[in-house]
């Protein structure tokens, strides 16, 4: 079916099959599938794997292929098991993506099933039961501890470079991998150069595939293959997003990934002091620049805790605005710390609407983002900061900053917020020291 799809003939192919076997070839993966979407194959015998790693851009197919994995170890197909896997584990960075994403999304486990081999979703057990009796249980990577105690046939990993307890998560699920012959996992990411990536790389025992958007481009939108597709080709974003390539560090940088690694912490300890820093978008149009919103705390011994990144892509003023107080109460934060060389104020009338209580600390850059950022970056390299968990696209910014911005050309918006936050927290008046007003 690839090759009908490639050579301009799938439509004609298609048209002359009666409905039958169009509903059992619609379903029929081993025809359907590109040869990166198949499981590795394993020798006679043997165990030539442990660990299935796809690492794909954005819509390449990572999901589908995950979902058909699964479905048939469930179902012992040939090619995938020689059995029926009895317990499978489902793990996403959390169980709204684990529901959303791996079983009832559009290429999630209830969508390639046919109806009559379907399995039934129990939602408010997490699990997945089919009528041969094999059963898929989802937990939530942000609470590791759950996975101690269970014990499985195979696991499918979603999404494993941005789970914010990662290593801890992937561990506990390691011991749990104790039933039938040869339990394997599958791990589909977009990758990220963390250190759980770089060990899963490295070992023996992973079998590695990678697949590019531009692979899948037959079931993407074609304004998006043109809008960001064209956009973000070739720059170095554009190749962990779209290429699945990992990226390292790049070599001018302010920050990296060894050094983010190295402040990792679970959790923050008490803190004095509570900031949320705001960077504000010149517009809230469809492609323009993130709002960038980060809180940072700091304990009794001056040490700084990054503890969230709220930012986002295309929110309006209230939508960010409204974010913006939503996570200051979350935190019982002490100050917003807002950046207003862009519609001073618009900023502050939009903070007043919300919440006219507000404590706001007004700041104007007067210096390039370099500058801004070179002694919070200093901070990291003193050992003064560091980081209550991981914040994947933050990070993603900090080590792709060098002294003409980011690499893709887009404005470091979370990076600013970070520097504001810091700056705030940990580096006292400056010439032009922010105006201290209530909203």
């Known amino acids: 079916m690839s090759a009908?799809?490639?050579?301009?003939?799938?439509?004609?192919?298609?048209?002359?099959?009666?409905?039958?076997?169009?509903?059992?070839?619609?379903?029929?993966?081993?025809?359907?599938a590109r040869p990166t979407q198949l499981p590795p194959e394993l020798s006679q015998g043997g165990s030539d794997w442990t660990t299935w790693l796809v690492m794909g851009g954005r819509g390449a197919g990572k999901t589908r292929a995950g979902a058909e994995w699964v479905r048939g170890l469930a179902l012992g197909a040939p090619g995938f098991s020689t059995r029926p896997a009895g317990r499978i584990a489902l793990v996403a960075e959390t169980f709204a993506d684990m529901r959303e994403v791996m079983v009832e999304g559009v290429s999630g486990l209830m969508a390639v099933h046919p109806r009559h081999e379907r399995p039934r979703w129990e939602p408010t057990r997490r699990r997945l039961e089919w009528p041969n009796g094999a059963i898929a249980q989802g937990f939530s990577a942000d609470d590791p501890e759950s996975l101690r105690g269970p014990q499985f046939d195979a696991a499918w990993c979603d999404e494993l470079a941005k789970w914010r307890y990662a290593e801890a998560a992937f561990d506990m699920l390691q011991f749990g991998l104790r039933l039938g012959e040869r339990p394997r996992q599958m791990v589909t990411t977009t990758p990220r150069a963390t250190a759980l990536m770089r060990r899963l790389i490295a070992d023996p025992t992973t079998a590695i595939t990678r697949m590019g958007t531009a692979e899948n481009a037959a079931h993407l939108a074609p304004t998006f293959l043109e809008a960001v597709v064209g956009r973000y080709a070739g720059t170095r974003l554009g190749r962990q997003e779209l290429e699945g390539e990992l990226i390292e560090d790049r070599a001018d940088a302010l920050w990296s990934r060894a050094a983010l690694e190295a402040a990792r912490e679970d959790a923050a300890p008490s803190l004095t002091r509570i900031v949320v820093a705001v960077d504000p978008p010149a517009s809230s149009r469809k492609g323009a620049d993130a709002c960038g919103i980060v809180a940072a705390g700091l304990d009794g011994e001056g040490m700084v805790h990054v503890l969230a990144d709220e930012s986002g892509h295309g929110l309006t003023p209230g939508a960010w605005g409204a974010r913006t107080v939503a996570l200051f109460h979350k935190l019982a934060a002490d100050r917003v710390v807002v950046e207003i060389n862009q519609g001073g104020e618009m900023v502050r009338s939009i903070l007043a609407g919300i919440d006219p209580s507000l404590p706001v600390t007004e700041v104007r850059a007067t210096r390039g983002k370099w500058l801004r950022a070179e002694p919070v970056a200093a901070l990291y390299e003193?050992?003064?900061?560091?980081?209550?968990?991981?914040?994947?696209?933050?990070?993603?910014?900090?080590?792709?900053?060098?002294?003409?911005?980011?690499?893709?050309?887009?404005?470091?918006?979370?990076?600013?917020a970070l520097v504001w936050a810091i700056t705030a927290l940990a580096l006292g008046p400056k010439e032009n020291a922010p105006r201290v007003r209530r909203v």
């Open 4 to 32: 009908c799809w490639r050579s301009g003939r799938l439509d004609a192919a298609v048209a002359g099959l009666s409905p039958g076997v169009s509903h059992w070839l619609l379903h029929c993966w081993s025809l359907l």
């Open 382 to 416: 003193r050992g003064r900061v560091r980081h209550a968990g991981i914040f994947p696209a933050l990070e993603d910014e900090l080590c792709d900053f060098g002294p003409d911005g980011l690499s893709g050309g887009r404005s470091p918006d979370r990076l600013d």
